[in-house]
């Protein structure tokens, strides 16, 4: 890697890819994933040999996964080309702003501003059609679906994860674990986002990977610190919302997604929300995968607080929770129930995926950017958040 990142949580998110590559280039090399797979509950060998070439950003194409239709009636940006600055500042320089999208390897980049696309930029081989990862992106999306069952009554933050799921309750500690501690990353539940080279299989990469989703929760019920005593990003912790909010609903999250947001927004085109397996259950801390257009009316959805036109998607108070930093701090940026504060110029806030993936949403300017990438896993983040402000900035 060439560029670390000074602030600890997306080291541990962005570890997910490195733990991924490791991990099968030991199987494929070995040949013990070819023997193994089934016994491991993993994909194929086919499927691990694309994991290996393909971008990041098309691999929901590589498992199974249900589909969040269009909207009945969508919702197109009004369109209002306008130009961007000249250059953008650049690790302490100033490029051209297609300098700094190849740099950082951006297959789309849009900016709405007050509403209206202004921007819409795609490398070749890519449109407003094509359909790539959101990664963790997909945490920030849960959280605005968790934001809407609270407000039906169907969760409350203070409940207890084994009241939702009993199954996993097994009389120690982990018991006591919340929602609200979910939400912000102070479980202490122990899946670790660091990885050993020589046996990567374990962690958030394993359960990228498996075909068992709640086999993989329910034998990971040990804890690294006691709930609700520190902040620590862990990936397990969206997909324990996720299962949470499934069971508490009785819907998947899927078509959840489908009915309270896509069609609202009036998403454009359908998305995909990658499953553990056929007909199994969605992979809620990642692998949610639609156009740029369609991420870019998630954004104008947050800054508009939660409206569309006249109605309200999203609870206001939800919008207020997202957009203040928990107590716990997870690194030396803010976190607040499953979106990013970065260090420096409040209040945006954003949504952010490994490999580059952006949901950028700047209040006072009435600015969203996105940002669809295959770039490396911990390379340029702060300096790439810092176009953002000096894009949104320049009105």
């Not at 193994?36 to 060998?45: D, F, H, T, V, Y």
């Not at 803010?334 to 990013?340: H, M």
């Not at 949504?351 to 490396?376: C, E, F, M, N, W």
Request: glycine share 8%.
């Amino acid at each position: 890697m060439t560029d670390q990142p000074t602030h600890a949580a997306p080291v541990r998110r962005y570890a997910l890819r490195i733990a991924v590559v490791l991990g099968l280039i030991v199987a494929v090399v070995v040949g013990a994933a070819f023997a193994a797979a089934p016994l491991l509950r993993i994909p194929g060998p086919t499927t691990l040999a694309h994991l290996l070439r393909d971008a990041p950003s098309m691999q929901g194409s590589l498992f199974e996964g249900r589909t969040v239709p269009a909207a009945p009636t969508p919702r197109p940006f009004p369109v209002a080309p306008a130009p961007l600055p000249d250059t953008v500042p650049w690790k302490g320089s100033r490029v051209p702003v297609t300098e700094f999208l190849s740099a950082t390897g951006t297959n789309s980049f849009l900016v709405v501003r007050d509403g209206k696309l202004t921007t819409e930029w795609y490398r070749a081989g890519v449109g407003p059609t094509t359909r790539q990862s959101s990664w963790s992106v997909a945490k920030s999306v849960v959280s605005l679906l968790i934001g809407r069952a609270i407000e039906a009554g169907a969760l409350r933050e203070d409940d207890r994860l084994v009241d939702i799921l009993p199954e996993l309750a097994n009389g120690t500690e982990y018991d006591t674990v919340t929602l609200r501690q979910l939400l912000d990353m102070a479980s202490g539940v122990d899946v670790s986002e660091n990885y050993n080279p020589y046996w990567p299989l374990t962690g958030t990469a394993r359960m990228y990977l498996t075909e068992d989703l709640d086999g993989f929760v329910r034998d990971h019920r040990g804890l690294r610190f006691a709930p609700g005593s520190r902040g620590d990003y862990r990936s397990v912790d969206t997909q324990l919302l996720g299962m949470a909010l499934a069971r508490a609903t009785g819907r998947p999250l899927g078509d959840l997604l489908a009915q309270q947001i896509w069609a609202p927004i009036g998403a454009e085109d359908d998305a995909l929300w990658n499953l553990d397996r056929a007909g199994g259950q969605e992979k809620a801390f990642c692998c949610l995968n639609a156009t740029a257009r369609d991420f870019a009316k998630i954004g104008r959805l947050v800054l508009d607080g939660g409206r569309v036109g006249e109605t309200q998607v999203i609870p206001p108070a939800w919008i207020q929770r997202i957009s203040t930093p928990a107590p716990l701090p997870v690194s030396d940026w803010g976190y607040g129930a499953q979106w990013w504060h970065p260090a420096g110029a409040e209040p945006d806030l954003m949504a952010i995926g490994v490999y580059g993936q952006y949901v950028y949403v700047d209040p006072p300017s009435r600015t969203v950017i996105v940002k669809l990438s295959d770039h490396g896993t911990m390379q340029d983040e702060m300096d790439t958040i810092e176009v953002f402000r000096a894009l949104a900035a320049a009105r």
